[in-house]
């Protein structure tokens, strides 16, 4: 008998989208087993979303907590309404307005979804991706794929298909490269309060609080922002890991002022400190990363500079805080796990 956990892949071929390779994935696929997938956030770790075991072989694959459910991407809304017990209309005019797109809703769960797949919620998340090669896969699968960001666990999330085969190599069969991810952070989940009626955003994302306050009240989560207490029950369980982390040890600084970054960065100028800089900032002496200098920018590069302060042998990384409204709340999010919430404020 095999044993399922001793399977290994010794090579993981990466792949362009092609009629072929989508066929060739989804045969994996409804085999059991795990895919990397392009979308327009980050890549995902896809498997079919009714399999357990296949499933199971995504959290061994990322080394992920069991109890930190999965997102299911779909193609249609049949297949929400095949996963989930209910759909609010607000959920619908949401769907209508940013699906195919970055927006996760948070549903009841139908029992079709195992409790593998929701980390043993009774809640699922689903998402419609806007990457075409990606529907067209689920269409073939004919079920959701339930996909987690294709990283291992606690590094940045991947946004090229290389960054995935750094992460999984020997560790999945396939990886379908789509090329550089649109967004570069990963999609903003909600769920809804007040009797389906009002949105609270869990994890911001491109669509921002704003964005989705024209169609209903919307409030953010106090997680957000905020390290949850050690043994609070958070909504969110990927909330309350570190997360998004290099090896490098990454501190936020917060400044209105070029001069002070400088001459701080300067004062720590040892040959293992990386400044990562909007770009432009003068009389720096230590070697820089520029992420761009507006937040759209910023979210498309911040994890690719995470990656690349290891590639560079960073470390210690300074990274220059971006604006908190609007996209930036989404950036700011993710360095604030990346840094264990260190912040120096100059
Ligand atoms: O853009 C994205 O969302 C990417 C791509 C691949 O679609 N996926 C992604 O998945 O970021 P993941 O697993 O890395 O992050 C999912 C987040 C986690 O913080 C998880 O705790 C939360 O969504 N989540 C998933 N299901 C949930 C549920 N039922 N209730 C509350 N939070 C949930
Ligand atoms: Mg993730």
């Not at 911001?204 to 029950?233: C, Q």
Request: net charge neutral.
């Amino acid at each position: 008998m095999i044993n399922r956990d001793k399977v290994t892949f010794l090579k993981t071929e990466i792949k362009k989208p092609s009629y072929e390779v989508l066929c060739e994935a989804a045969e994996l696929i409804k085999k059991g087993e795990v895919v990397a997938i392009p979308t327009e956030t980050v890549y995902g770790l896809a498997a079919d979303a009714y399999n357990p075991e296949a499933c199971e072989k995504i959290f061994k694959a990322k080394g992920r907590p069991q109890d930190n459910p999965l997102i299911i991407h779909i193609c249609d809304l049949d297949m929400l309404k095949n996963s989930v017990k209910e759909i609010p209309p607000l959920a619908l005019t949401l769907a209508e307005h940013f699906w195919s797109g970055s927006l996760t809703m948070i549903f009841p769960k139908k029992d079709i979804v195992p409790d593998t797949t929701s980390g043993g919620l009774d809640t699922v998340a689903v998402r419609m991706p806007d990457n075409e090669d990606t529907l067209n896969l689920i269409k073939m699968c004919g079920v959701p794929l339930a996909a987690p960001s294709a990283n291992l666990s606690g590094s940045p999330s991947p946004t090229t298909a290389q960054h995935v085969y750094a992460d999984m190599n020997g560790r999945i069969p396939l990886i379908i490269d789509g090329g550089e991810c649109k967004n570069g952070v990963e999609s903003t989940v909600i769920c809804f309060t007040d009797g389906g009626t009002g949105i609270k955003v869990l994890r911001p994302g491109v669509i921002t609080a704003e964005m989705l306050s024209r169609f209903a009240k919307t409030e953010t989560d106090k997680n957000v922002f905020a390290k949850p207490d050690e043994n609070e029950k958070v909504i969110s369980p990927g909330a309350k890991y570190k997360h998004y982390s290099p090896r490098a040890d990454i501190t936020i600084i917060e400044t209105d002022s070029d001069g002070k970054l400088a001459e701080f960065l300067n004062s720590k100028n040892d040959g293992g400190t990386y400044g990562v800089i909007f770009g432009g900032e003068k009389g720096i002496e230590v070697p820089t990363i520029s992420y761009g200098s507006t937040a759209q920018e910023q979210a498309h590069n911040l994890f690719a500079v995470l990656r690349k302060t290891d590639e560079l042998g960073a470390k210690r990384a300074y990274v220059r805080c971006p604006e908190k409204t609007g996209v930036g709340t989404a950036v700011y999010n993710r360095l604030l796990r990346a840094a264990a919430f260190k912040t120096i404020i100059l």
